[in-house]
Structures are given as structure tokens and as C-alpha cells.
């Protein structure tokens, strides 16, 4: 195969592991990106082409998330990671690591680590690396990294929920979920939330959001059945879809742009945890960001919704 060829062939597992890493699509396109011109301009032929570009990417993820830790230490409000619809990398044999990896909950525990516990946790847990490929990614020795690992997998578990639903039964309650919250059903939603449920809002300052976590079962239910119903009455509507591998929907506005995405985590039977992604910045690559000022203000106007 030509360069090209082969660059194309490992594309998807490329932006995964950077995805991975740094949170960001767009981050991840652009270190993708950068990988295929430092491979484009090697005058040397790689014993193995897939541990060479998946070093490259590595290292050039690394590089990206220290500087951009600085400007997450100085963002606005809660920081989620952009969502992903669909993950380009499929691998039978890892399939459950790789769900589980690109979680919403998933990436935000990996905020806790250092860019070198992340990448190593990442090549190693996730996608199956050897240890010496690791060690080489990094530059790193082989303990060195093993020890990263122990560290990074200690993080990892402290934060992971004890019983995770399965997928089918995630499926069936966010069904049951979207329909109650169509319907402005507090019954319904009351039935599926769990009771120390949070609703927790990220916008970066670029739009409206909660001021701290909604917690606790009637506060979120009541949130809830007061605003979806009125929001599609100045014509909001949504469309079901995973969101980082768990049940979501994004919200467009009546021209079709996007307002927010809304991802839901199940534990114990019950949804414990509400995402919405509402910053532009993170929605472009799902289409062309809705005003979310106006949608905000329509629906109060329309409503007289209280401040």
C-alpha cells in the first residue's frame, strides 16, 4: 500500500486513541492531522506502521493536553468533554473497553490524571498495547510506565460507578425517559430517576447554565417537566442517538441547528447522572450551534418562565 493507503487504513484508530486523550474532536482531528505530516515528511520506512503513527499521536496528544490543561483549569462552569455520536474504531475483541472508555463518565475521571498516566492508560487498558510499545510512545522505560498504570487504574476505579447497567437495560429506561420527558410526565420521570440524581450543565460561559448541579429527584423531575415540553412549543425538538456510547439525544432548534446534547448514565437500575453539553464551541462538529441566548429568552417570553 502507498503512505496514503496505509495512513488512511489506521485513521480511525488514530483519532481514537487522541479522542481518548485530549476529550476534544476537534483536538483529535487536528493531532491526526499533524500526525500524517510528520509520517508524510519521514525519509525512513517504520518497522511497523501502526506502532509508529500511534506513537506520533501519542506523543502529539501528550503535548496539546498539557498546554490546554491550563485553559480547563480557568474554564467556566463544569468541563465536559465534546461529545461523540459515533466512534470511528471498532475492534470485536475490545469492545467493551472501548465502550466503556469514551464514556462521558469515562473521560472526566481521565481529567484527573496526568498526560502521561491518560496516554498510558489509554494505549495499554483500552487498546491493548504491549508494554514496550507503550514505553516506546511515551519515552518512557517499560516500569516506568507500568507504574503510570497502577496509578492510573487507581484513579480510574475510585470514580467508576459499582453497578453499571447493561447496555439493553440503559436502552430501555432512556426510552421510557424521552417519553416522559415529551410528555412533561413528572409520574414518569420520577419512576426512572434516581434519587440522588444530579443534572449537570456545561457551557463554558457561552450560554445558559445551571449555577451548580441540580441534585435530587423532585428538584431534577421538576426541571425537567417544566422545560422540555415548553421548549418544543417554540419548536425544539430532538433526536435520540448515543452519546459517547451512552443513550442521549441532541436538541436542535426549528431551523435545525444545535442547542445542547443530553446524555444519561444508568447505575442500580436508575438514571443517576444528566449531561448536557450546551457550549457552541463543542457542538460544531454536529452541526451549526443554535443562539442558545434566544432559545433561552423565547421560552421565558413565551412562558413566562421565572428567572
Known amino acids: 500500500m502507498s503512505k496514503v493507503e496505509e495512513f488512511e487504513e489506521l485513521r480511525p ?18 493531532a491526526v492531522q499533524e500526525t500524517w505530516l510528520r509520517y508524510d515528511g519521514s525519509t525512513t520506512s517504520p518497522t511497523s506502521t501502526k506502532a509508529f503513527l500511534s506513537a506520533a499521536v501519542t506523543r502529539i496528544s501528550i503535548d496539546v493536553l498539557r498546554s490546554a490543561r491550563v485553559r480547563r483549569e480557568q474554564y467556566v462552569g463544569p468541563w465536559f468533554p465534546e461529545p461523540l455520536l459515533d466512534d470511528p474504531y471498532q475492534d470485536p475483541a475490545r469492545s467493551v473497553e472501548l465502550a466503556e472508555s469514551v464514556s462521558m463518565a ?10 502521561l498516566e491518560r496516554a498510558v492508560f489509554v494505549l495499554r487498558d483500552v487498546f491493548g498495547f504491549e508494554f514496550d510499545e507503550v514505553a516506546a510512545a511515551v519515552e518512557r522505560s517499560a516500569a516506568a510506565c507500568r507504574q503510570l498504570l497502577v496509578r492510573a487504574r487507581r484513579h ?12 439493553e437495560e440503559r436502552d430501555e429506561l432512556a426510552s421510557r425517559f424521552f417519553d416522559a420527558l415529551s410528555e412533561g410526565n413528572v409520574a414518569g420521570l420520577q419512576e426512572l430517576l434516581s434519587a440522588e440524581v444530579s443534572m449537570i450543565g456545561d457551557s463554558g460561559g457561552n450560554g445558559p447554565q445551571l449555577t451548580k448541579p441540580l441534585t435530587g429527584v423532585d428538584r431534577v423531575t421538576r426541571v425537567l417537566a417544566m422545560a422540555y415540553p415548553r421548549m418544543a412549543g417554540i419548536g425544539v425538538t430532538y433526536e435520540t442517538h448515543e452519546i459517547n456510547s451512552r443513550p442521549g439525544a441532541v436538541f436542535r432548534d426549528r431551523d435545525g441547528n444545535v442547542i445542547h446534547t443530553l446524555g444519561l448514565d444508568v447505575a442500580d437500575g436508575r438514571i443517576r447522572m ?7 464551541d463543542k ?4 452541526g451549526t450551534p443554535a443562539d442558545i441566548w434566544a432559545i433561552d429568552r423565547a421560552t421565558r417570553q413565551a412562558h413566562r418562565l421565572p428567572d
Not at 156 to 167: K, T, Y
Not at 274 to 280: G, Q, S
Open 274 to 280: 444528566i449531561r448536557l453539553v450546551v457550549n457552541p
Open 283 to 286: 457542538l460544531r462538529h454536529l
Open 106 to 115: 469515562a473521560l472526566v475521571l481521565l481529567e484527573r490524571l496526568s498526560p
Open 13 to 30: 484508530l488514530l483519532f481514537s486513541i487522541a479522542y481518548r486523550i485530549l476529550g476534544g474532536v476537534g483536538e483529535a482531528e487536528d
Open 156 to 167: 480510574m476505579q475510585a470514580g467508576q460507578p459499582r453497578f453499571e447497567a447493561a447496555r
